[in-house]
């Protein structure tokens, strides 16, 4: 049971490129969520799904995709990305919120140069 | 969505008990309040949530204020393994359900 599970866990890209950023979760939790956490800040949702194929978008979604084909999986994507995009990214799943407990991935550590 | 206001930091020392306050005054009745502390670069850790009555689990103890606008969270007997960044949470569930995190407490504990 590897729990939630983000990669890659660091990554350096350039100016305009793109990349997926890929969630797995071992727990069968219907609700998976990406949030960003920049330097001395707190944790920003960007999008979430409350099922599989199922998304939403959160307090900063701008400049991000998502997709869920399948419960296990919440890929984040960046089409085109920018140097505001450097962050830490942090995946998170839960069965229901109603339990309270929204369990965390390790985060990926994304730079845009 | 409703806000939640924290100190940006507060001191503990090991073996007190550590308070730390939280203000949500534009809480809605159906909104639960939730606790995670982040340590160092880590993902984040569930605490402890309530609705309005106080809560205790082996973590933590939670008291909501009766009118709801405000709560604090309570770790009775502060380690130095709680140092973190402890942040209150208000969750969103009016055609939604997520947590909106806000900036945090850091809390320092020495010995």
């Known amino acids: 049971n590897a729990g939630v599970t983000q990669t890659p866990k660091f990554r350096v890209l350039k100016t305009g490129q793109s990349m997926t950023l890929l969630c797995a979760q071992d727990?069968?939790?219907?609700?998976m969520y990406w949030y960003r956490q920049d330097p001395g800040m707190g944790l920003r949702l960007i999008h979430y799904?409350?099922?599989?194929?199922?998304?939403a978008k959160g307090e900063v979604p701008d400049g991000y995709n998502v997709s869920r084909l399948k419960k296990q999986n919440f890929l984040l994507g960046l089409e085109s990305a920018a140097p505001s995009q450097t962050s830490v990214y942090f995946c998170a799943s839960a069965e229901t919120l109603n339990t309270g407990e929204l369990f965390f991935g390790e985060g990926s550590r994304l730079t845009v140069l | 969505d409703a806000k939640t206001t924290q100190p940006t930091s507060m001191d503990c020392a090991e073996g007190r008990a550590a308070n730390l306050p939280c203000n949500h005054s534009t809480i809605s009745g159906n909104e639960y309040v939730y606790w995670y502390r982040q340590i160092h670069s880590q993902g984040p850790q569930y605490i402890i949530h309530?609705?309005?009555n106080n809560e205790t689990n082996e973590m933590a103890s939670l008291i909501i204020t009766e009118d709801r606008k405000s709560s604090t969270l309570i770790l009775p007997h502060a380690t130095l393994r709680d140092t973190a960044v402890y942040y209150c949470?208000?969750?969103?569930?009016?055609?939604?359900?997520?947590?909106?995190f806000g900036t945090g407490t850091r809390l320092q504990v020495f010995p």
């Open positions: 727990m069968n939790h219907e609700y």
């Open positions: 799904s409350v099922g599989e194929g199922t998304t």
């Open positions: 309530g609705l309005k």
């Open positions: 949470i208000v969750r969103v569930t009016y055609n939604t359900d997520k947590l909106i």
